[in-house]
């Protein structure tokens, strides 16, 4: 479905006094105005392409109305999501769940959707049909040389997937780790991991990035091969300046402090990006912001104050991707809000008054630290983000006006009522 800009700017309409009447009042405030509106503005995260259709857990599926059947009905979902938002300008694809069978007819429809495709992810935590080995017992790491050869030449295939589509970066994420003690020998399992992702990274194109996903647990209970922050630096590193640390916010361990993460990870230049998401207890896979708003902000206070030390342009120098996918909610609802909280959360982090914070930090002013992020975390920028929006021609509100243009349910009448995306 195409959401034409006459009709963003008319549902736009009824709002519109009072979105300035809020800007007029929150903008004397904000000292670099103009700046924080380009950064806003500039600002974009990647849709993955399995969070379109309604998520699943191991108890069962409960599929909503109008999930997009193809690849291409993928790209037409997103193109919805950036023509409301104006900060959803790319898809990341997952292989093989999306397979672009005709790269050149896929690129130009997404073109035409203003979307361009960010990094692509392999997929060896599953066995697909007709495969030859198991990765029942792990894929890079695995104790057979012929499992690790297969899963090293998916990872390959996914490049030359990417290639065509102009992406620049492989995502990595393994579930490879072991469910017992005695199961698996840790050091032999790195080793393994380390030679195998030494062979794609060699087949990557000079242009390319490789980043590297950590997770603690989840498929596996014991043990996760790369399963921290550290394990995949070590990796990285000795791989070498294209591999980087994938930060996924829902792969911590209850109250681990990730914004403390992302902030080394940034000094040593090996911060790739994210995978935004939120939870309550693990990998839960909700809106971002929706529990847990003001570390996200926190992390955004990191970003920025690291990002801006290393003189890295915020919008594109690391990977900003949502990886969440829900079980109750329209997927593309879901979506809009989680880039909403994001963009929130950075136009807060961008507000944050960073002199006096510093001087707060060297006089050892514990209050005065304090109140300075949390003055920012407590400001209203809901007008900043709506304006930033409105001046690239998306949506004051672009969850109601989805609502009013009747997205999903036209998505109903165009696709029925029983569709299946893939994905989990
Ligand atoms: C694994 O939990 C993960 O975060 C990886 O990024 C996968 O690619 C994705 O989820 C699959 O949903
Ligand atoms: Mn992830």
Redesign the pocket.
């Given at each position: 479905m195409n959401v034409e800009q006459h009709r963003i700017d008319e549902l736009n309409q009824p709002e519109l006094a009072a979105h300035q009447r809020k800007l007029h009042f929150l903008a004397p405030d904000i000292p670099a105005f103009d700046k924080v509106m380009n950064n806003l503005q500039a600002f974009n995260v990647a849709i993955?392409s399995?969070a379109l259709g309604t998520g699943g857990t191991r108890f069962g599926r409960f599929s909503g109305g109008g999930e997009p059947r193809s690849l291409e009905e993928k790209i037409e979902d997103v193109g919805v999501i950036q023509a409301l938002n104006r900060s959803g300008n790319s898809i990341s694809l997952?292989i093989p769940w999306d397979i672009p069978e005709n790269a050149a007819s896929i690129k130009a429809l997404a073109a035409q959707k203003g979307l361009h495709f960010d990094a692509v992810?392999s997929?060896t935590?599953q066995d697909q049909p007709n495969q030859k080995l198991s990765y029942k017992f792990g894929s890079l790491h695995h104790v057979d040389k012929a499992v690790r050869k297969q899963a090293i030449e998916h990872n390959i295939e996914v490049i030359k997937y990417g290639v065509q589509l102009n992406s620049k970066a492989l995502?990595v994420?393994l579930?490879d780790g072991s469910n017992f003690p005695g199961q698996l020998n840790f050091r032999q399992a790195f080793q393994n991991t380390l030679e195998s992702l030494q062979e794609i990274y060699a087949a990557l194109p000079d242009d390319w990035k490789m980043w590297i996903?950590y997770?603690p647990f989840?498929p596996n209970f014991y043990s996760t091969t790369i399963g921290d922050w550290g394990q995949s630096l070590l990796l990285a590193n000795k791989l070498g300046s294209k591999a980087s640390t994938l930060v996924?916010l829902?792969?911590h361990l209850p109250n681990t402090n990730i914004e403390q993460i992302v902030s080394l990870l940034l000094m040593e230049g090996k911060l790739a990006g994210f995978?935004f998401n939120d939870s309550k207890y693990g990998?839960d896979?909700l809106t971002v912001g929706s529990i847990n708003p003001y570390q996200l902000f926190l992390i955004f206070n990191e970003l920025v104050e690291g990002m801006d030390a290393r003189g890295m342009t915020h919008a594109t120098d690391i990977g900003w991707m949502i990886?969440a996918?829900h079980n109750v909610k329209d997927p593309i609802e879901d979506l809009l809000q989680s880039v909403q909280a994001i963009k929130l959360a950075y136009a807060q982090a961008l507000i944050v008054d960073r002199k006096a914070l510093k001087a707060a930090q060297q006089e050892n002013d514990v209050t005065l630290a304090q109140e300075i992020l949390q003055q920012a975390y407590r400001t209203d920028v809901r007008p900043l983000v709506a304006e930033a929006s409105l001046r690239s021609g998306g949506a004051l509100n672009p969850i109601n006006v989805y609502r009013q243009l009747k997205v999903r349910e036209n998505l109903i009448k165009e696709r029925g009522s029983k569709t299946v995306a893939t994905?989990?």
């Open positions: 993955p399995w997952h992810n997929n935590f995502s994420w579930s996903e997770k989840e996924d829902g792969h995978h990998d896979d990886d996918s994905g989990l």
